[in-house]
């Protein structure tokens, strides 16, 4: 199961933003990483923003080239805003929704988590982080699994993350999507139209 396992710090300093989390690195070095990251950067070309903003969005959700030109051309063939509906796709997959929920600190784990079959969708599992979840559907922790140190600890230091999109039954340790989330309630700072340019050359 093919994902990005680099350096985080490197892609948080590079973007100069927490992409994969907190970092130490980033705030000791607030600059971009290698050796000329502190000279002033040149004037990048309209192609290398919108990559930039791409490959931020690519490693924020986790995704590796292929399934997010997949995840992009899925999205033109779906009605509505395509930068939008591309945010919604990558939104509902059950790796991004666990994370959501406050199953999981962070995305790599809420992936770690699906994978190793402790989140059921609907009272069935699924072990796939792409799976796409729907509205109206259910995400719960097995039962066998509700008492799991990493759970309980995201539980209980976050507590379950507040989204409109999404409710949480903290003693049932299930969540719903409710609905789709609108661009407005996604805090990721992602400028979607960028990669709607990169895509359409």
């Known amino acids: 199961m093919a ?3 680099g350096p985080k710090a490197k892609i948080s300093r590079r973007f100069n933003e927490p992409i994969l989390g907190e970092s130490k690195a980033l705030q000791k070095k607030n600059y971009a990483p290698g050796q000329h990251g502190k000279t002033k950067k040149r004037k990048q070309s309209e192609y290398a923003v919108q990559l930039a903003e791409k490959q931020k ?3 924020i959700y986790g995704v590796l080239e292929r399934q997010f030109a997949h995840t992009f051309d899925k999205a033109t063939r779906k009605k509505g805003v395509t930068g939008e509906v591309l945010l919604q796709l990558l939104e509902a997959r059950l790796d ?3 994370y959501r929920l406050g199953i999981a600190p962070t995305r790599r784990a809420a992936r770690q988590l699906v994978v190793h079959k402790h989140i059921l969708v609907d009272g069935e599992i699924v072990n796939i982080p792409s799976y796409s979840v729907r ?3 259910k995400v719960a922790v097995r039962e066998k699994s509700k008492s799991l140190e990493a759970i309980t600890n995201s539980l209980s230091i976050g507590g379950s993350k507040k989204y409109p999109w999404l409710e949480w039954d903290g003693s049932e340790m ?8 609108l661009r407005a309630d996604i805090p990721e700072n992602i ?3 960028l990669i709607v340019e990169l895509y359409s050359k």
């Not at 299930?174 to 989330?181: A, D, F, R, S, Y």
């Open 191 to 193: 400028n979607e139209q």
């Open 174 to 181: 299930e969540g719903k999507m409710v609905n789709l989330p």
């Open 3 to 5: 994902r990005y396992t």
């Open 96 to 98: 991004n929704t666990v």
């Open 135 to 137: 509205p109206g559907q």
């Open 57 to 59: 969005a690519k490693y």
